[in-house]
């Protein structure tokens, strides 16, 4: 079973449901706590020195403080600090799956950065992430995002049209019905409003991201 993460990308994470995820230490769960609070208060450099203290203590192993780190780090701005923590977060990842989801956050910022040059790049990410995880299909929705940006809207539209069909309802298929009929309207707004649900029943919006 696949479920949609509460982690701060505008694009579509997921993560499996099945994996094995080691305990974390509590002192560890406090700091990434502490940072995602901060991050939350868009307190972005309070939050960032918290998901360090995480990193550290965890022995820089924790995939999930790095990635929260790479995202305090492009909210101010520091796009070659988020792509270093990015990497470390593939780095450190311990199965397919989690280093697709890296791989996934790391072309989602690629692609919020709404520049040319790195269009390529982003959906080179999106693709290393679905050869990581093909049955998530959430991947072909982000790299839709970045094909349409690309204005290759040819093959754009192939990866909506699977993301569709294992995904046929919801916000997010709406969205995606949006772009499959008018791809200009991904390429006006590529980061659209959609709220899920996690296993453990919370409800996160992308304006909370």
């Given amino acids: 079973m696949r479920l949609f993460i509460a982690f701060s990308l505008e694009l579509i ?21 502490a940072g995602k609070s901060a991050f939350n208060d868009q307190k972005y450099p309070e939050a960032a020195k918290a998901f360090k203290d995480a990193v550290k203590l965890a022995n820089n192993s924790c995939q999930e403080c790095y990635l929260w780190l790479a995202r305090s780090y492009e909210r101010q701005g520091r796009y070659k600090d988020a792509m270093e923590n990015c990497d470390k977060a593939i780095s450190c990842a311990s199965t397919d799956g989690d280093r697709a989801v890296a791989h996934s956050a790391r072309g989602s910022m690629l692609l919020r950065q709404n520049q040319p040059n790195v269009l390529g790049e982003a959906e080179t990410e999106f693709r290393k992430a679905i050869e990581l995880d093909p049955k ?20 754009g539209l192939r990866e909506i049209e699977t993301f569709l069909a294992a995904v046929p309802a919801g916000p997010t298929a709406e969205t995606a019905r949006r772009w499959r009929d008018n791809p200009r309207r991904a390429r006006e707004n590529f980061a659209p409003e959609f709220s899920f649900t996690t296993l453990q029943g919370n409800t996160i919006a992308l304006s909370q991201l």
């Fill in 13 to 33: 994470l997921i993560v499996s449901a099945n994996a094995v995820q080691p305990p974390m230490d509590a002192k560890v769960q406090e700091r990434l706590q």
């Fill in 136 to 155: 998530d299909a959430a991947y072909h929705f982000n790299l839709a995002a970045a094909l349409f940006r690309e204005k290759n809207d040819t093959a």
